[in-house]
């Protein structure tokens, strides 16, 4: 029996399945274009950030995390204007220096924040901080660009 709840659910699907197919293919993967280094996920919280990283040093670290060969587990970095190398870091509009980014044991507390708070503050972040170490950060995806 045709109803008017099962055609909204028909129309709603059917307005689903044309956007979706809309922006299918022009969508693009901000990390189609990297190269020569490793994408590294770190969830602070309840937020994530990405790192992208081509120090060979900061990716052997990144590596031993992984495996839980390392203590190394906090993510250290300059921070740069702009979502980085292809977007990797976006929706945030800054990222870590790739060539210089590192993992530490320990770091001091200015650094210290959720991703947020460097967005909100990023002027401020760049001009006097310098470099962002969320002691919160864990490792949730590393992806092999070399």
């Excluded at 099962?6 to 274009?33: E, F």
């Excluded at 190394?72 to 220096?97: C, F, K, Q, T, Y």
């Amino acid at each position: 029996m045709w109803t008017r709840r099962r055609a909204a659910g028909w129309t709603g699907a059917l307005l689903l399945a044309a956007g979706l197919a809309a922006c299918g293919d022009d969508a693009t993967d901000p990390r189609d274009g990297l190269e020569g280094g490793v994408l590294a996920t770190f969830d602070v919280g309840d937020e994530r950030f990405r790192a992208w990283v081509t120090s060979t040093a900061t990716i052997e670290q990144l590596f031993a995390l992984r495996e839980g060969t390392s203590q190394a587990n906090i993510p250290i970095g300059p921070v740069r204007r702009g979502s980085g190398e292809d977007g990797h870091n976006a929706p945030w509009s800054w990222h870590l220096d790739p060539a210089e980014m590192s993992m530490a044991e320990a770091t001091i507390e200015l650094c210290d924040g959720l991703p947020s708070f460097v967005e909100e503050n990023l002027d401020a972040w760049i001009e006097t901080v310098g470099f962002y170490c969320p002691w919160g950060a864990e490792l949730a995806a590393l992806e092999d660009f070399r």
